[in-house]
């Protein structure tokens, strides 16, 4: 027989997933920029982006104006954080304790932060994560004696 999971543990394992994938690719596209920085140099003094794509132009001068040694640092970063947050789902999923207190931790830990970010400015993005984390905390904490009876 199937194993039933509850919804609030299947919502936070497809959150923690998405923020997954997403860190991975944020991760990627920094690696990539490191790596081609001087072909996105290029390309974007080339005639194409003249007004023409100008969110393409925009972002490749964001993108530009960084060091390589911070993307690097940042891709990397990035990185090793998807692949924490793919652990953490995983765990999740197979509802082992171990990723209930740590998903509690690192999502605990990241509260005080977005805090500060939502003091130096409300964005829409800033208060759907903040949201989000406080959910995940809220139900985590309350349901933390019926997750991981597997290990």
Do not use: C
Not at 18 to 45: D, G, K, R, Y
Not at 58 to 81: E, N, Q
């Amino acid at each position: 027989m199937k194993k039933q999971r509850p919804p609030g543990l299947m919502a936070i394992v497809l959150y923690k997933s998405f923020v997954a994938a997403l860190l991975t690719l944020t991760s990627l596209a920094l690696l990539l920029a490191l790596n081609n920085h001087q072909a996105l140099e290029n390309f974007s003094e080339s005639y194409l982006l003249e007004s023409q794509l100008k969110i393409i132009e925009i972002l490749l001068d964001k993108v530009l104006i960084i060091k390589p040694k911070t993307l690097l640092f940042s891709g990397l970063a990035a990185g090793l954080y998807a692949g924490l947050t793919a652990v953490e789902a995983v765990g999740l999923w197979y509802e082992k304790g171990w990723a209930t207190i740590l998903v509690l931790v690192l999502v605990g830990i990241s509260i005080p932060p977005e805090i500060y970010e939502l003091f130096q400015g409300v964005t829409v993005l800033k208060l759907a994560v903040f949201i989000a984390n406080i959910a995940v905390l809220w139900y985590l904490l309350h349901h933390l004696p019926k997750h991981g009876k597997g290990d």
